[in-house]
């Protein structure tokens, strides 16, 4: 049930990744960005510049849109200060309406008649700022939208490509906001600053390359690193080129800039593993159009630096999410994507990942399937968290150290979900088995052995096993002629009067009993629960039999007598019988054994008989006597029995245990070397002095060696033979 709620589970899961696919990236992605906030890229140290055009750059030069003059000695300074190109963050779509030929226009309009004498400078500010752009390194950029269709400006550089036409793969756009025609053609590269966010508004990927109207341009931050170069084209490689094989859908392998390359997805974005660092390479744009520039203060941050124009203004709207934190000026994210080119390193998830990581949802199910046993809640819950930890540590040690995303999301979903419905499972078919547990073997254990089996059902192996048992054997003295003077209900009462304290006696010792044969009980220990000592209980439960039976008899008047017999032994135990009615039984030779053992108490007169096998391993618990009666040969049995008795070292009587056992050893070895007459001499002696409990064991030695004194056995060998069950 576990197996089949394991793997049901999983399917489940497998089949909500793939419909709710949109969630289970936006989780995976806050995944990720987690781990960009604990161990943010360290930056490269890139020769990269911000200049910000920020509020307080604002507040001191005038509100924006700045004359487009001021941008124009911006740049001259910038190019001045040996800048190795000036890219904008910002898009000039409309003419300056600041120009003074503008107003001198509308100065005519209104019947005013002003001119200037020749050789007076431009009057234009989108004329002398075009100028500026021609004459220093400069990247304008634009916006790809899908928003309005229009033309969009040629872009500046050539793209080489091995593979698949990037065309058939990279995402398109049909229109966009761009730069007045003059800007853009007096510029040295051309490049969007636009970047697709996330379903959550974070910017964590960003296109390297796009098609706008058919035609394919570069990011700002890719063509600010070509112009750097001065390199002419860039070099994109697809599925399909030399060395890359094509498994599914084509797609963009890599984007090269002259020396550098950088790795990308399938549609040509970079994911950004931002060092969020780019605020300590940023100087406001005020101090670059301060009267007095402090060249010494400012030509080492620009001289041969990536100078990116932006604005961290916040009425300006160029203020983005990333993994790192709000309010990041857009700018920022292009340093950052520069930055990490430079520094050759790359985040990266390849085609196999997702595979892999529903491989190890797989795994860790048949895992948990296998481990998690019930009853144990607490060891399967450790078990479970051990293993969400494992998996978040192979996916935060890819991260940080080989910075590969595996998302740690699939798998340890498959553990909760796993491990909650085998938990559930488990629990209704421990409950089930609890209940059968308790039904079946209730009327054989005590309450509290039923508690402990069904608590642990799993020390139960029902159907058979093969189990070193010790068996007890009881019956009643003359119980046919007793029964004889009853009637059935008086008969009835007597049993259920003797068999309920027998009972309680040996399931105090963890018996179970077998059956019950009219005035005959029958059990045995160390099955089905491990009973430690189980032949020290089995003498304990005899004992404790004996002693109950007398209390019973003084207190019901009774007389009753009975004989136990004990045997250890393998037997094969388990639910025996029929499919319509079954026991929990055990049978063997030791079973046989033990009846036979039982049946000839009587001849010796003792209530208790045991086999030398239950002496076996483990010493005697508390004040007992065992004393050895004899050995013999019972019917169906080639191999003789020692037998031995047990009794309380109360019953002695004063006797001492010692010069009894030593006496009666001696009168053994007498007897077993058939000097019979010195036998009987000994054992009248040993009946003198014996307790009660012994008498009837000397009576019967002496009426035997008195029949042997008439008539000596033929080869006798010191084992007594019985003819009779």
């Not at 070509?226 to 094989?245: D, I, K, P, Y």
């Amino acid at each position: 049930m576990a197996l089949y709620a394991g793997f049901l589970s999983l399917a489940l899961l497998f089949i909500a990744a793939s419909l709710g696919k949109p969630l289970f990236d936006r989780l995976s992605s806050l995944v990720f960005d987690e781990y960009q906030s604990f161990k943010p890229r360290a930056p490269a140290g890139a020769p990269i510049l911000i200049v910000d055009i920020d509020e307080a750059s604002i507040d001191e030069i005038g509100q924006w849109p700045w004359p487009r003059s001021q941008l124009a000695q911006l740049v001259d300074r910038l190019g001045a200060l040996g800048a190795a190109v000036i890219a904008f963050d910002i898009a000039f779509a409309e003419e300056d309406r600041t120009s003074l030929n503008r107003t001198l226009d509308q100065l005519n309009k209104a019947g005013a008649e002003i001119s200037f004498p020749k050789g007076v400078p431009a009057l234009d500010n989108d004329v002398v700022f075009a100028e500026v752009l021609g004459r220093n390194p400069t990247v304008t950029g634009f916006a790809l939208t899908n928003e309005f269709e229009n033309e969009l400006p040629s872009p500046k550089a050539g793209f080489a490509y091995g593979g698949r036409d990037p065309k058939e793969i990279l995402p398109s756009y049909h229109g966009g906001l761009h730069n007045l025609a003059a800007f853009d053609d007096a510029a040295t590269g051309l490049g969007f600053f636009s970047f697709p966010q996330a379903v959550d508004g974070v910017v964590r990927r960003v296109p390297l390359i796009s098609i706008g109207n058919d035609t394919i341009y570069p990011s700002l931050g890719m063509e600010a690193l070509r112009v750097a170069q001065q390199a002419a084209n860039f070099v994109v490689t697809s599925t399909g080129a030399s060395g890359e094989a094509e498994a599914g859908a084509p797609a963009i392998v890599g984007i090269r800039a002259g020396a550098f390359e950088a790795p990308t997805d399938g549609t040509g974005r970079l994911w950004l593993y931002y060092s969020g660092r780019m605020a300590d390479n940023t100087i406001p744009a005020r101090l670059l159009l301060a009267e007095t520039l402090d060249r010494e203060q400012l030509e080492p941050r620009v001289a041969g630096h990536i100078v990116l124009i932006g604005t961290s203004a916040v009425g300006l709207r160029d203020l983005v999410v990333t993994p790192l934190g709000a309010g990041v000026p857009g700018v920022a994210v292009h340093a950052e994507l520069i930055d990490q080119i430079l520094s050759g390193t790359f985040l990266s998830r390849p085609d196999y990942m997702l595979g892999l990581e529903y491989f190890l949802a797989i795994i860790v199910t048949a895992v948990l399937i296998v481990t998690i046993r019930p009853g144990r809640p607490f060891m399967a819950a450790a078990f479970a968290m051990t293993l969400l930890a494992l998996i978040l540590a192979i996916s935060w040690y890819l991260f940080s150290s080989r910075q590969v995303l595996l998302d740690p999301l699939l798998p340890s979903l498959a553990v909760v979900l796993v491990f909650v419905s085998v938990t559930i499972a488990q629990y209704l078919s421990s409950e089930r088995e609890k209940r059968f547990i308790r039904g079946a073997f209730g009327r054989y254990l005590s309450p509290a052995m039923v508690n402990q089996l069904s608590t642990d059902p799993h020390s139960l192996k029902l159907g058979g096993e093969l189990r070193d048992v010790t068996l007890l054997f009881c019956d009643i003295r003359g119980f046919t002629s007793l029964s004889e003077n009853l009637d059935p209900e008086g008969l009835t009462s007597l049993l259920n009067d003797f068999l309920t304290p027998m009972t309680d006696e040996l399931l105090k010792t963890g018996a179970t009993i077998d059956k019950y044969m009219g005035d005959a009980i029958m059990a045995f220990w160390n099955a089905p629960l491990t009973v430690p000592h189980h032949r020290a209980a089995a003498k304990e439960a005899a004992l404790g039999m004996i002693s109950r039976l007398e209390r019973l008899n003084a207190e019901k008047d009774f007389n009753i007598r009975i004989g136990i017999g004990l045997n250890s032994g393998a037997c094969c135990v388990g639910n025996l019988g029929s499919m319509q009615r079954f026991n929990y039984s055990a049978i063997g030779d030791a079973v046989n054994v033990a009846a036979r053992i039982e049946g000839i108490t009587k001849a010796y007169g003792l209530p208790v008989l045991l086999a030398e096998s239950v002496l076996e391993d483990h010493p005697e618990p508390g004040p007992q006597v065992i004393l050895e009666v004899d050995s013999v040969q019972v019917v169906g049995r080639e191999e003789p029995l020692v037998l031995h008795t047990v009794f309380e070292e109360s019953r002695l009587n004063g006797l001492s245990s010692k010069v009894l056992t030593a006496a009666q050893s001696a009168f053994l070895e007498t007897y077993r070397a058939g000097d019979f007459e010195a036998a009987y001499e000994q054992a009248r002696s040993l009946s003198e002095v014996a307790p009660p409990v012994l008498k009837g064991l000397y009576k019967t030695y002496l009426d035997r060696l008195a029949a042997f004194a008439a008539a000596p056995p033929e080869d006798w060998n010191g084992v007594y033979r019985f003819t009779e069950k």
